[in-house]
């Protein structure tokens, strides 16, 4: 009586998650990219180039409500793109990085203690050593604004 059938994923849940890829222009392709075996320099770009065009439609979003002060100062919304491409760019060399580590463990090659706390060991690795990082340099950068 209790078969072993494949659960199905329902229509709500099915559309729920592109209406998530749907929040950034080109999120599948993006999807595709991340999910699939793509060279690593290829999803740096790819990260590097989302963080601004989110920071574009967060701004036009802002703007059509009236609250957008950065728009008002050129200088500090090109600082503003800037970070944004960085900060992408450096999130998608720690996910290739991660993917790069996780195969080579799974292959059984040798991997660097510091990699294997950074990013081998999943959930352990950002609550043991990204969280507190994180932390430390917040409290570094509180500081030295004082």
């Known amino acids: 009586m209790n078969s072993k059938r494949p659960q ?4 709500r849940q099915s559309h729920s ?8 222009p080109f999120g599948s392709e993006l999807e595709e ?6 060279s690593g320099w290829l999803k740096i770009v790819g990260a590097a180039v989302t963080g601004p065009i989110v920071t574009i439609l967060a701004f036009k979003r ?3 409500k009236g609250q957008s002060p950065l728009l008002k100062d050129p200088f500090l919304f090109a600082i503003v793109l800037g970070a ?3 900060i992408g760019g450096l999130l998608g060399a720690s996910l290739t ?12 090659q040798t991997v660097s203690l510091s ?3 950074l990013f081998g060991w999943g959930i352990w690795s950002v609550l043991l050593v990204w969280t507190p990082m994180i932390i ?3 409290l570094v950068g509180s500081l030295l604004s004082i």
């Open 8 to 11: 199905r994923r329902s229509r």
């Open 136 to 138: 430390f340099l917040a």
């Open 17 to 24: 998650s592109q209406e998530k890829l749907q929040i950034v």
């Open 97 to 108: 990085l991660k993917d790069i580590v996780r195969d080579r463990m799974s292959q059984g």
């Open 62 to 64: 802002d703007l059509l």
């Open 33 to 38: 990219l991340f999910a699939g075996g793509s």
């Open 84 to 86: 944004s491409f960085l």
């Open 115 to 117: 990699m294997k706390l």
